[in-house]
């Protein structure tokens, strides 16, 4: 098995051009090229893009969530029975920053 392999690896070996053994292939003929970036930086900016996006998103659904998390507070208690109608919708209009007075 061992000898077949190495028949069949030196047969392979045999029928590449002479200057990609003697040389080492192409990336040492051509001097230094900087299309070998491409692909990193790629995934660098895919990577980059996707955390901003992330963390723009969550930014925004929790300063909502600070937002409206009075109000649900508020909708909780009323629902529960603590507060009644009338202290329910006047405190919803404190925290909607309509403080008016409401006819009075």
Partial sequence: ???SLATTLAAAASQL?????VYGGPWNGGGFSP?????????IL???LFI????RTWRRNHEWATARGGESVLR??????????????????VLRGDATTGGK
């Avoid at 629902?79 to 919708?89: K, L, N, T, V, W």
Wanted: charged share 30%; glycine share 4%; proline share 5%.
């Fill in 1 to 3: 098995m061992l000898t």
């Fill in 17 to 21: 051009p002479a200057d990609t053994v």
């Fill in 35 to 43: 299309w070998f970036l491409l692909f990193p930086l790629f995934w």
């Fill in 46 to 48: 895919v990577i980059g």
């Fill in 52 to 55: 901003f996006v992330a963390r």
């Fill in 76 to 93: 909780e208690r009323y629902a529960r029975g603590e507060i009644d109608e009338s202290e329910y919708r006047q405190r919803l209009r």
